[in-house]
């Protein structure tokens, strides 16, 4: 129990890499300081992930001005676990963590491909990447909830390309020769319904998030799990707040249709002065 408390405690709180060349975790309920330690000895951007077993993932540049990927325990952050070298370019570094599967899927900025690596027993391992010839500023990640599972896909970048001003769609794939759903690339995941209300958080409560199998989150819709309007509302009968918006909003509508039809007849009366 203590160490379920712990783990909830250190998920629950903000991770940040700061400009004094440090790490730290606040307290997400009274914003101090929980941990702190040595960060990336360079100055240029940074970034930090916090893992699902206590562990820190961070994206920089080491003295030596070379990309690296970083692991370190979060309940100690004075001495990293891991480092792992990337290569010598200059843009910063984009990681994004995929807490079902234990994968890091990280682009660089002005690249023009995303590695993936895996995270087992304090250890980064580098496992491939996407290629392509167009530069990127950025990306972003599809929901587990959007994924074909028909392909087998266990991610989705959408990544913004410098040259051609638009945005490509990049599926991340693992090639098998079976089209039946693979349950072991599709693990439960967080599901929509929040393990704590607001009250619960204001009085320092913690919890891990809810999870929910992969198939029945993706076939949840808007009218059917997790953002019911009842469930927005948080059960708070609004109706008489509805009621009453709804009439200013009519109201507005025949103020505008009233003004549209007076300057339609001014308009007609400076023709016919014309």
């Given at each position: 129990?203590q160490w379920?408390?712990?783990?909830?405690a250190?998920?629950?709180?903000i991770?940040?890499?700061?400009?004094?060349?440090?790490?730290?975790?606040?307290?997400s309920h009274?914003?101090?300081?929980?941990?702190?330690?040595?960060?990336?000895?360079?100055?240029?951007?940074?970034?930090?992930?916090?893992?699902?077993?206590?562990?820190?993932?961070t994206?920089?540049f080491?003295?030596?001005?070379?990309?690296c990927?970083?692991?370190?325990?979060a309940r100690?952050?004075?001495?990293?676990?891991?480092?792992?070298d990337?290569?010598s370019?200059?843009?910063?570094?984009?990681?994004?963590?995929?807490?079902d599967?234990n994968?890091?899927?990280?682009?660089?900025?002005g690249?023009?491909?995303?590695r993936?690596?895996e995270?087992v027993?304090?250890?980064?391992?580098?496992?491939?990447?996407y290629?392509?010839?167009?530069a990127?500023?950025g990306?972003?990640?599809m929901?587990?909830?959007?994924?074909?599972?028909?392909?087998?896909e266990?991610?989705?970048a959408?990544?913004?390309?410098?040259a051609?001003?638009?945005?490509?769609?990049?599926?991340?794939?693992?090639p098998?020769?079976?089209?039946?759903?693979?349950?072991?690339l599709?693990?439960?995941?967080?599901?929509y319904?929040?393990a704590?209300?607001?009250?619960?958080?204001?009085?320092?409560?913690n919890s891990m998030?809810?999870t929910?199998k992969?198939l029945?989150?993706q076939?949840a819709?808007?009218t059917?799990?997790?953002?019911?309007a009842?469930?927005?509302?948080?059960?708070?009968?609004?109706s008489?707040?509805?009621?009453?918006?709804?009439?200013?909003?009519e109201?507005?509508?025949?103020?505008?249709?009233?003004?549209?039809e007076?300057?339609?007849?001014r308009?007609g009366?400076?023709t016919?002065?014309?």
């Amino acid at each position: 129990k203590q160490w379920y408390q712990r783990r909830v405690a250190i998920t629950a709180g903000i991770a940040a890499t700061c400009k004094d060349k440090k790490l730290r975790i606040f307290d997400s309920h009274t914003g101090e300081v929980a941990v702190e330690g040595p960060g990336h000895e360079n100055m240029k951007v940074s970034r930090i992930c916090i893992l699902k077993d206590e562990k820190i993932f961070t994206a920089g540049f080491s003295s030596m001005s070379s990309r690296c990927v970083r692991l370190y325990d979060a309940r100690n952050l004075s001495a990293k676990l891991m480092e792992l070298d990337v290569d010598s370019a200059t843009g910063s570094l984009f990681p994004y963590y995929d807490p079902d599967l234990n994968l890091v899927f990280m682009a660089g900025k002005g690249d023009a491909n995303i590695r993936f690596f895996e995270l087992v027993d304090s250890q980064i391992h580098y496992l491939n990447q996407y290629m392509s010839s167009d530069a990127q500023r950025g990306i972003g990640m599809m929901p587990k909830r959007g994924l074909d599972t028909s392909i087998n896909e266990i991610a989705r970048a959408y990544k913004l390309n410098v040259a051609k001003k638009l945005v490509s769609v990049v599926p991340l794939k693992v090639p098998r020769q079976s089209k039946t759903f693979a349950e072991d690339l599709y693990p439960d995941t967080v599901d929509y319904n929040a393990a704590l209300t607001a009250q619960d958080f204001i009085d320092g409560k913690n919890s891990m998030p809810k999870t929910a199998k992969f198939l029945d989150l993706q076939g949840a819709r808007s009218t059917s799990k997790g953002f019911t309007a009842q469930s927005a509302t948080n059960g708070v009968d609004n109706s008489a707040e509805l009621k009453a918006l709804k009439s200013e909003v009519e109201a507005l509508k025949k103020d505008v249709a009233d003004k549209k039809e007076a300057i339609s007849t001014r308009d007609g009366t400076i023709t016919t002065l014309q």
